[in-house]
């Protein structure tokens, strides 16, 4: 029960982890697309302020317009230099998007601020045709920032607000207010209102996208994880075993090194599924893996290879002598007590042991060679240690 227990909370925790590292996702992905629209957005607003400078040119100040477009291109200019920080820098040090990202709505809110001011004091120093020239433009400039900054709702909130909401204003607040001053008021709230609407859109079908594609990532990596993997035990089968075997005789014939490896079959382990269950069986199984893994190194591998049977991988092992030790370390741990679903359980195991290279140059006949001795360390009573000697196969009692 207790483990079953342990299980569903581990179980609750990766949903969290995994929900946590969507929302990271999420984050990382946006500044992503947020950051490879910004050049052209930048150019197309400071081609746009250029455009507006010569329009209202006649009618404005000249000091006034310069110091705008002067505001306008500092301001772009600061925001290239987060992106070109935010582009070059390595893929870890990209993981803390918060600073990026925050910096990127602050630049946002920053030319939005400049526009408004644009639509509120430009035009009421222009005639009729220009404050439509005016508004026009900043449509188009909201309707590009629905596109742009739709990865980002915030980023959306910090453009289309300071930018339009003065337009709306001088509209209703003209002393000489017309019908078609207030419609171009009401015309500018619907568009931006449809405006929201669009960027909402194409920013939740941005993470619907992304999320598709995480939950694919991750199938794959589950997928690939339980090809290589015991679904009860989740230790490495025997597919990754033997890839790791054979690695590690790779390298010890390389720096001339020792290998242990050791067959491992539990005594008695069928009396208690028939006595207890499968389900108690199968938390035994479970219980007795960690409390293996708990004496070995972080460099060996515990394997699961079907039913009671576990194999165990001991590279650069100093001795014969050490190996055997640890042998006998993991043989008195398994004989230990386990209380499984309120029921005490005592259990043994036998172990068989192969030495690379005396008993074996590869992954084939080391692994005969730990078996035959695990099945000699059985007939001799269960519940102890062999080493595998080459007279062996003879010597095996009736």
Same mark, same amino acid.
């Given at each position: 029960?207790?483990?079953?227990?342990?299980?569903?909370?581990?179980?609750?925790?990766?949903?969290?982890?995994?929900?946590?590292?969507?929302?990271?996702?999420?984050?990382?992905?946006?500044?992503?697309?947020?950051?490879?629209?910004?050049? &052209?957005?930048?150019?197309?607003?400071?081609?746009?302020?250029?455009?507006?400078?010569?329009?209202?040119?006649?009618?404005?100040?000249?000091?006034?317009?310069?110091?705008?477009?002067?505001?306008?291109?500092?301001?772009?200019? !600061?925001?290239?230099?987060?992106?070109?920080?935010?582009?070059?820098?390595?893929?870890?040090?990209?993981?803390?998007?918060?600073?990026?990202?925050?910096?990127?709505?602050?630049?946002?809110?920053?030319?939005?601020?400049?526009?408004?001011?644009?639509?509120?004091?430009?035009?009421?120093?222009?005639?009729?045709?220009?404050?439509?020239?005016?508004?026009?433009?900043?449509?188009?400039?909201?309707?590009?920032?629905?596109?742009?900054?739709?990865?980002?709702?915030?980023?959306?909130?910090?453009?289309?607000?300071?930018?339009?909401?003065?337009?709306?204003? +001088?509209?209703?607040?003209?002393?000489?207010?017309?019908?078609?001053?207030?419609?171009?008021?009401?015309?500018?709230?619907?568009?931006?209102? =449809?405006? =929201?609407?669009? *960027?909402?859109? @194409?920013?939740?079908?941005?993470?619907?996208?992304? @999320?598709?594609?995480?939950? *694919?990532?991750?199938?794959?990596?589950?997928?690939? +994880?339980?090809?290589? +993997?015991?679904?009860?035990?989740?230790?490495?089968?025997?597919?990754? =075993?033997?890839?790791?075997?054979?690695?590690?005789?790779?390298?010890?014939?390389?720096?001339?090194?020792?290998?242990?490896?050791?067959?491992?079959?539990?005594?008695?382990?069928?009396?208690?599924?028939?006595? +207890?269950?499968?389900?108690?069986?199968?938390?035994?199984?479970?219980?007795?893996?960690?409390?293996?893994?708990?004496?070995?190194?972080?460099?060996?591998?515990?394997?699961?290879?079907?039913?009671?049977?576990?194999?165990?991988? !001991?590279?650069?092992?100093?001795?014969?002598?050490?190996?055997?030790?640890?042998?006998?370390?993991?043989?008195?741990?398994?004989?230990?007590?386990?209380?499984?679903?309120?029921?005490?359980?005592?259990?043994?195991?036998?172990?068989?042991?192969? &030495?690379?290279?005396?008993?074996?140059?590869?992954?084939?006949?080391?692994?005969?060679?730990?078996?035959?001795?695990?099945?000699?360390?059985? *007939?001799?009573?269960?519940?102890?240690?062999?080493?595998?000697?080459?007279?062996?196969?003879?010597?095996?009692?009736?």
């Amino acid at each position: 029960m207790a483990y079953k227990t342990i299980r569903m909370f581990l179980s609750k925790l990766v949903d969290r982890n995994r929900a946590q590292a969507l929302n990271k996702g999420i984050k990382q992905e946006s500044l992503k697309l947020l950051a490879a629209s910004l050049p &052209i957005s930048v150019f197309i607003s400071v081609a746009l302020g250029l455009l507006l400078t010569w329009g209202l040119a006649e009618q404005v100040a000249q000091l006034e317009l310069s110091l705008w477009l002067s505001a306008l291109i500092i301001i772009s200019s !600061l925001r290239l230099v987060v992106f070109y920080s935010f582009s070059h820098r390595s893929p870890a040090s990209r993981e803390d998007v918060a600073p990026y990202l925050y910096s990127f709505r602050i630049g946002t809110f920053s030319s939005g601020l400049l526009w408004g001011w644009t639509a509120f004091f430009f035009a009421s120093q222009v005639d009729a045709v220009l404050q439509i020239y005016i508004t026009f433009m900043l449509g188009g400039l909201i309707a590009g920032g629905a596109s742009s900054l739709a990865a980002d709702k915030t980023s959306v909130f910090c453009f289309f607000i300071p930018t339009i909401v003065p337009n709306i204003v +001088h509209y209703f607040s003209l002393n000489e207010a017309t019908m078609t001053t207030v419609g171009l008021g009401w015309m500018l709230i619907l568009y931006t209102a =449809f405006m =929201f609407y669009s *960027a909402r859109v @194409q920013g939740k079908n941005i993470f619907e996208n992304y @999320q598709l594609r995480l939950d *694919a990532t991750v199938r794959e990596q589950k997928i690939s +994880h339980l090809a290589f +993997h015991d679904v009860l035990t989740d230790l490495p089968n025997r597919a990754l =075993f033997n890839d790791r075997l054979s690695q590690a005789l790779r390298n010890s014939a390389r720096n001339q090194t020792f290998i242990g490896v050791m067959f491992l079959d539990l005594d008695g382990f069928k009396m208690v599924n028939d006595s +207890h269950g499968h389900d108690v069986g199968d938390e035994l199984l479970i219980a007795m893996s960690k409390r293996i893994s708990t004496n070995l190194r972080r460099t060996d591998t515990l394997s699961r290879i079907g039913g009671d049977e576990f194999i165990i991988l !001991l590279p650069d092992v100093a001795s014969t002598k050490v190996t055997l030790a640890i042998a006998e370390k993991i043989r008195a741990c398994a004989e230990g007590l386990f209380e499984i679903n309120n029921k005490e359980l005592h259990i043994s195991a036998s172990i068989g042991v192969a &030495i690379y290279p005396e008993h074996g140059r590869d992954s084939n006949a080391l692994l005969k060679s730990a078996d035959m001795a695990m099945y000699y360390a059985k *007939a001799l009573g269960k519940n102890n240690t062999q080493l595998y000697n080459a007279d062996l196969a003879n010597s095996v009692p009736e």
